[in-house]
């Protein structure tokens, strides 16, 4: 009986649900319109901090989005891009231990040709002396990697720690969430013209979706950007962000 009664409970609530969100597939122009943004977001943090490059990007663009039946609004559409930068040591290295090998290989194989063997053992005593300095080149080029993630609408809820802020103004905050080490923080700045408006009022951050939907399956209405890296290196990047620019990026109507 009770069985039976589970069945029929299932059988009413899951078309219930079926119906209560229609997928709609996003068009071209509505991904680009994501991706724009996000370009001017990276555009507006700027370039990384001095001795970094960037050594991986990925943008994550939807491809859909979801109307509800109700209301006849959209769940908001969630686009991110991630980035990578590291010193560039290792690969400044690969390039020289390569171009070292080459040039040995040339001056052996003419020595060699003239049996020249006191040539021979300079020339592998002159190579052994070159690796070496490529493998100090390489371990003072190495870096704490720096990662960035950029996620337009949001939804979370953070503490504000008073000692942890690193600036804010309105509608903008920035705060280290994770401190293990000076060579591992971990950053995050809020961007809401809304929710953000007073920022010395707030004890936290809390960002969702409204309860109703947006309006426009493009609507942005805010986003998050965060940082992890040596401490010094991220707060310092993260002060020069132009805010003003990025806080242009959200769309005023809710």
Do not use: C
Request: avoid cysteine; hydrophobic fraction near 40%; charge should be positive.
């Amino acid at each position: 009986m009770y069985r039976l009664l589970l069945i029929i409970l299932l059988a009413t609530i899951i078309p219930t649900a079926a119906l209560a969100q229609e997928q709609s597939v996003l068009t071209r122009d509505e991904v680009a319109l994501f991706k724009k943004k996000l370009v001017a977001v990276l555009a507006a943090v700027g370039q990384p901090p001095a001795g970094y490059t960037p050594e991986d990007e990925h943008f994550n663009l939807p491809t859909e989005a979801y109307q509800q039946k109700r209301s006849g609004r959209y769940d908001w559409v969630s686009p991110s891009v991630t980035s990578r930068f590291g010193g560039g040591g290792e690969k400044k290295a690969k390039e020289s231990q390569e171009q070292l090998g080459q040039e040995f290989e040339k001056k052996m194989a003419q020595a060699m040709a003239k049996g020249d063997y006191e040539a021979i053992a300079k020339l592998a005593e002159e190579m052994q002396k070159k690796a070496g300095q490529a493998h100090l080149a390489e371990v003072e080029g190495r870096k704490v990697p720096i990662e960035l993630q950029i996620t337009l609408n949001t939804s979370q809820r953070q503490t504000i720690d008073p000692d942890m802020v690193v600036f804010e103004k309105s509608g903008v905050i920035a705060l280290i969430v994770d401190k293990k080490d000076e060579k591992r923080n971990r950053l995050l700045v809020f961007f809401d013209p809304v929710a953000l408006k007073e920022t010395k009022t707030l004890s936290r951050v809390d960002f969702k979706q409204p309860e109703g939907g947006v309006v426009k399956k493009t609507a942005v209405l805010n986003a998050t950007i965060e940082i992890s890296g040596p401490a010094a290196e991220i707060k310092a990047w993260a002060q020069r962000i132009n805010t003003g620019l990025i806080l242009g990026q959200i769309d005023s109507g809710r």
